[in-house]
């Protein structure tokens, strides 16, 4: 979260400061400039304001990750009545080659009714396990109880990685879930490397496919754990 500290002894005019605003989020109450609600975070008037005047503060807040709880890499089967989505194959394929370099194993989640046989095959595909979820009320995709069972399965397993197929049902689930989780999502994906301390770089066209875009960036030493 972000915020604005506005340091009063550098403001030579107020009434120049304030105007730099361009949404009216400054204004001068009892002889001070202050940051109203209406401030969007343009960073205008910390660019355009006397020097120091204004200071951006992004507050960062981090959280250790234990990465020996989280092991194994997830795949999230896609279907429809038991008819597996072809992406999840491929996921499960991917997710081996990056489970060979941590030497953790191949995880799916498959979720809906009626599924036991099938969730049989998923193994056949190279799945070490394949964690059923077989109810009534995952016979359809709904948003709500899909998120409560993958939430149920991440925090049962502790996968260090979870792959989702950018299907239209993983487009909406995968967010949510990491939302959920409070944890990191990247989109649209076209490489992925596993390192050996279960770090997952992922490689993405960006700016309209201009430029490939890394996450984490080569130097970063440190990580956020993805989903
Ligand atoms: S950051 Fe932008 S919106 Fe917020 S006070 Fe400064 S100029 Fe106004």
């Not at 005019?13 to 400054?26: M, R």
């Not at 209406?38 to 304001?49: I, N, S, T």
């Not at 498959?110 to 979820?133: N, P, Q, T």
Request: glycine residues 6%.
């Amino acid at each position: 979260m972000a915020r604005l500290i506005i340091h009063q002894e550098r403001i030579s005019d107020q009434q120049e400061l304030i105007k730099i605003c361009p949404f009216g989020a400054l204004e001068e109450q009892e002889g001070k400039v202050i940051v109203n609600a209406a401030c969007k975070m343009c960073r205008l008037c910390v660019k355009k304001g006397p020097e120091g005047a204004v200071e951006y503060v992004e507050d960062v807040k981090k959280t250790e990750i234990n990465k020996d709880e989280w092991k194994g890499i997830a795949v999230y089967a896609d279907h429809v009545d038991g008819a597996v989505h072809p992406v999840t194959y491929e996921l499960i394929g991917k997710a081996k080659e990056m489970a060979a370099v941590t030497g953790q194993e191949v995880y799916v989640l498959f979720m809906g009714k009626d599924i036991r046989k099938k969730s049989e095959e998923i193994l056949h595909y190279g799945a070490d396990k394949v964690f059923l979820y077989d109810k009534e009320e995952l016979a359809r995709f709904k948003i709500e109880p899909y998120t409560a069972v993958f939430e149920d399965f991440i925090k049962k397993v502790r996968p260090s990685s979870i792959l989702v197929g950018a299907t239209t049902v993983g487009r909406q689930l995968a967010p949510r879930v990491a939302a959920r989780m409070k944890t990191g999502l990247t989109a649209d994906c076209t490489i992925l490397e596993m390192n050996k301390n279960t770090d997952l770089s992922q490689i993405r066209p960006a700016f309209g496919g201009n430029i490939m875009a890394q996450d984490p960036e080569p130097s970063s030493p440190d990580r956020y754990r993805p989903v």
